[in-house]
């Protein structure tokens, strides 16, 4: 697995909040996109992001807390079970992941407990997230591309926006 380091602008996004099994945010990216549809933001060409907030090592499987989310182009307001968020603007170690998405947890393991020790860089207190890449619904499950960042400090880095979008002051 590749990993480099980013500096990326932050971005405002909207999210639908998950309790329980990881597996189980494809319902909350359910409850998004009909909010989505219902306010035309699909033409704004959202990209959807996972942030799971737990370590499941660590914590019962019932009280794992997880968000899908998508970007927008300009914050919101809490409406409903959809609340606005942001990705901070910050520098990022990013994984380029391949594969089925069963297979991204073993990808953050390596990530935390075998690339990060390995490296002078050390992890910040911050959001770390998936950023999916393509459609599950168009390939197969061997060619989904997901990025995963984790928030770091100490080295240098390549900016980059993810965002396919102007840099917003977020």
Same mark, same amino acid.
């Given at each position: 697995?590749?990993?480099?380091?980013?500096?990326?602008?932050?971005?405002?996004?909207?999210?639908?909040?998950?309790?329980?099994?990881? =597996?189980?945010?494809?319902?909350?990216?359910?409850?998004?996109?009909?909010?989505? =549809?219902?306010?035309?933001?699909?033409?704004?060409? *959202?990209?959807?992001?996972?942030?799971?907030?737990?370590?499941?090592?660590?914590?019962?499987?019932?009280?794992?807390? &997880?968000?899908?989310?998508?970007?927008?182009?300009?914050?919101?307001?809490? =409406?409903? =079970?959809?609340? *606005?968020?942001?990705?901070?603007?910050?520098? #990022?170690?990013?994984?380029?992941?391949?594969?089925? #998405? /069963?297979?991204?947890?073993?990808?953050?393991?390596?990530?935390?407990?075998?690339?990060? *020790?390995?490296?002078?860089?050390?992890?910040?207190?911050?959001? &770390?997230?998936?950023? #999916?890449?393509?459609?599950? &619904?168009?390939?197969? /499950?061997?060619?989904?591309?997901?990025?995963?960042?984790?928030?770091?400090?100490?080295?240098?880095?390549?900016? #980059?926006? /993810?965002?396919?979008? *102007?840099?917003? /002051?977020?």
């Amino acid at each position: 697995m590749h990993v480099e380091v980013l500096q990326i602008p932050g971005c405002p996004i909207a999210c639908a909040h998950h309790i329980g099994q990881y =597996e189980g945010i494809n319902e909350a990216f359910d409850r998004l996109v009909a909010w989505m =549809e219902l306010r035309d933001i699909f033409t704004q060409n *959202p990209q959807y992001l996972g942030i799971y907030w737990d370590d499941p090592n660590e914590v019962p499987v019932n009280k794992l807390r &997880s968000d899908a989310c998508c970007t927008l182009r300009q914050a919101i307001v809490a =409406e409903g =079970e959809i609340r *606005p968020g942001a990705i901070p603007a910050g520098t #990022y170690a990013v994984a380029h992941h391949q594969g089925p #998405y /069963p297979t991204l947890n073993d990808a953050w393991d390596w990530m935390f407990n075998t690339w990060l *020790p390995n490296t002078d860089l050390q992890l910040l207190d911050g959001i &770390s997230f998936e950023l #999916y890449l393509n459609d599950a &619904s168009e390939v197969t /499950p061997d060619q989904l591309l997901t990025d995963l960042y984790i928030p770091v400090v100490g080295g240098p880095a390549r900016t #980059y926006n /993810p965002w396919g979008q *102007p840099d917003l /002051p977020f």
